[in-house]
């Protein structure tokens, strides 16, 4: 097993991947045979995170405490000449098959960073395993975990995001698909709130694009005109995803999974109805062809630039394999639920006191701008 190959390029490519993704059926809830137990090395583990609690919050909303936890030190991990890898991952680490008791071990020490807003260690750290993977099964089955640990103070999943939307971003990973995020009640936010810039770990700003379920027969959907019937309104998307993990880690595909895909919180525009359009276009064509651009509303400065062809070449193009990955999960979606497609434009650090607009040309009905905002607090 050689050991983790750490490199500069290897941090923006996954700034780029997590740009990129109800409820169908529900997370299974925990059985009583699964519970943890007693955990020498969780212990340790514990006893190494770090005290963080924060007053900062999202304006309207009340503050919560956040469970003191103590410091991780930076994991030293030999390096490496950079090579030519020779697996699926992007560098060459050991897969290690995880047991479910394992799963919801890791699944709960995740969840504690996540509120606390700290950086993650290694997802195996909880097992004393730090350069070793896990397989994407194991993966799929920690995110659910995962969501299943922040739902009581999240809130029930309400929709689904999609990473790795970009052809780089998948070679990169070794990947030739994207990958699924689950998104909760309280992630979502309206146009124009205000959020703290320390609202994750590592938190970002990105230009997306979301959807709303008008139909169960999206289930069914193979052809974008099938997906756009079963579609009622399209939505003007701030994402604020969270890196999380530490940034001398270099993540498999298979890690980015266990994290949610990096899902933290976004800003929602106005839906806009997909009804029949006033300037005689389709759907189809508008949203396969949507310049985008992020906006500096303090200096007008226009900051990044990208276009929703971006998404999978297509918008509904994401739209669709979302459906195919649930019904290969055995899932289906529901009316109402909502679909973050990917990232639009390069994803940017969250800095502090400033209100960020992304404007999407030509995308309401009359071929008019939509709009959507975010307030970053000051520190």
Do not use: C
Not at 141 to 157: E, F, K, M, S, W
Not at 321 to 348: K, N, Y
Not at 357 to 376: C, F, I, K, N, R
């Amino acid at each position: 097993m050689k050991p983790t190959v750490r490199s500069p390029l290897s941090n923006v490519l996954l700034i780029l991947s997590l740009g990129i993704a109800p409820i169908l059926l529900p997370i299974t809830s925990v059985n009583a045979e699964d519970t943890v137990g007693s955990d020498p090395g969780a212990t340790n583990e514990q006893e190494m995170l770090d005290a963080a609690t924060s007053d900062d919050g999202i304006e309207g909303e009340s503050d919560s405490e956040t469970d003191l936890l103590q410091p991780v030190p930076a994991v030293e991990t030999p390096v490496v000449e950079e090579d030519e890898p020779d697996s699926g991952n992007p560098v060459d680490l050991a897969v290690m098959d995880i047991t479910r008791t394992e799963a919801i071990t890791i699944a709960e020490r995740l969840a504690q960073y996540y509120d606390a807003r700290v950086l993650l260690p290694p997802v195996l750290a909880p097992l004393g395993q730090l350069e070793a993977t896990i397989n994407m099964d194991d993966a799929v089955y920690l995110r659910d975990a995962l969501a299943n640990q922040l739902t009581p103070q999240l809130g029930r999943i309400v929709g689904y995001k999609a990473g790795l939307t970009s052809p780089p971003a998948q070679a990169r990973f070794r990947v030739e698909h994207p990958l699924r995020g689950i998104l909760l009640t309280d992630m979502l936010l309206e146009s124009g709130a205000t959020v703290p810039a320390n609202i994750g770990a590592r938190p970002l700003l990105e230009a997306d694009l979301m959807v709303r379920v008008g139909s169960v027969a999206i289930n069914h959907a193979t052809t974008r005109a099938e997906a756009i019937a079963s579609l009622d309104a399209v939505i003007p998307f701030i994402e604020l995803p969270d890196l999380l993990l530490e940034p001398d880690i270099e993540p498999t595909a298979a890690d980015l999974v266990a994290i949610n895909v990096g899902a933290r919180s976004g800003v929602m525009g106005t839906p806009i109805a997909l009804t029949p359009r006033q300037d005689g276009r389709s759907w189809v064509e508008v949203l396969g062809d949507t310049p985008v651009e992020m906006i500096n509303d303090s200096t007008g400065e226009i900051i990044a630039q990208g276009n929703t062809q971006a998404l999978l070449g297509h918008p509904l193009d994401a739209v669709l394999w979302l459906v195919q990955d649930l019904q290969e999960a055995g899932q289906w979606l529901h009316i109402g639920d909502v679909l973050s497609l990917g990232s639009i434009t390069m994803p940017l650090p969250l800095e502090p006191d400033q209100t960020i607009q992304l404007q999407y040309h030509h995308l309401a009905p009359d071929g008019s701008t939509a709009e959507v905002s975010v307030t970053v607090a000051p520190l």
